[in-house]
């Protein structure tokens, strides 16, 4: 199972030092996020943070995209269907068969985020996204590209069984879900039991890790893999149980020296792994 560095574990840093430092720790790669790149600039960009990497012997495994591909204004939908384009045009010119990203959010509450994405989400918002996705999936697989929806708070798909909702109206076999436990156990109409991936048996095309501990009221992700409230291992081994052979990602986003993250999570899931396969 490869293990993928999400490259806004170092979004205080120049990309090259998550580069360095993914080669120092014995990642697999990065995924990249545009706190390093310009979508408005991928042509360019693109190639140039795939030569850096190459300095390092790191590869670009995934690189996200966003955009409103729910908004009522048609004009907002087609100029982020333009940018989707471009990006996977990009993507699939140099190699990168894997993008992940979101159709866009709804937020009326910004305390709970239970109250948002498909709490408030109506059809016409699926209706929408999957309107534009039947469209941007075709033309990633013409170009052997994967996309994913992140599982994410505020989105609508925040959930497993939402996330279905949407997949099923694309209807595409490259248009695969995200599954984000860090995300969800911040959104209390999402599933918390691993057990729930079997909503999405054969639709995973990748998959985030992250913890977070909830104290206080106040959900913080300032915590590694092996600490917070998520039993990560429990994830991975469903993952194994249902024959998911990767890659997945792990995501930083909290606070302090990433440097330390970045050392101690990939050598846990490591860890982890062999003892599940002793």
């Not at 239970?114 to 408030?120: L, Y």
């Not at 995200?178 to 639709?203: H, I, Q, V, Y």
Request: aromatic share 10%; with cysteine; hydrophobic share 40%.
């Amino acid at each position: 199972m490869d293990i993928v560095m999400h490259s806004y574990t170092f979004r205080a840093y120049p990309l090259e030092e998550a580069f360095r430092n993914a080669k120092r720790f014995g990642w697999d790669g990065i995924e990249l996020q545009p706190c390093h790149f310009d979508p408005a600039r991928i042509e360019t960009e693109l190639p140039a943070a795939i030569a850096l990497g190459g300095q390092y012997d790191v590869p670009i495994r995934c690189v996200d995209f966003g955009g409103d591909f729910i908004s009522g204004e048609p004009a907002a939908v087609e100029a982020s269907v333009r940018q989707m384009e471009r990006s996977i045009e990009a993507c699939g010119r140099h190699g990168i068969r894997l993008m992940n990203g979101g159709v866009g959010s709804l937020v009326v509450d910004r305390t709970d985020y239970g109250k948002n994405g498909s709490a408030i989400a109506e059809d016409v918002h699926y209706e929408r996204a999957a309107e534009a996705f039947r469209h941007l999936g075709g033309f990633a697989a013409e170009r052997d590209v994967c996309l994913v929806f992140e599982i994410h708070m505020n989105s609508i798909h925040d959930t497993f069984a939402s996330t279905v909702r949407l997949l099923d109206l694309i209807g595409l076999e490259n248009v695969m879900a995200n599954p984000d436990p860090g995300n969800m156990f911040a959104t209390s109409t999402a599933e918390k039991d691993p057990g729930a991936l079997d909503l999405l048996a054969g639709r995973i095309g990748y998959f985030h890790f992250k913890n977070c501990a909830h104290t206080g009221g106040e959900y913080n992700y300032s915590v590694r893999l092996r600490e917070g409230h998520i039993d990560t291992s429990q994830w991975l081994a469903k993952l194994v149980a249902m024959g998911f052979a990767g890659p997945v990602c792990i995501e930083y986003c909290g606070q302090g020296d990433p440097h330390v993250a970045a050392e101690e999570d990939i050598r846990y899931v490591r860890k982890t792994l062999e003892r599940m396969a002793a």
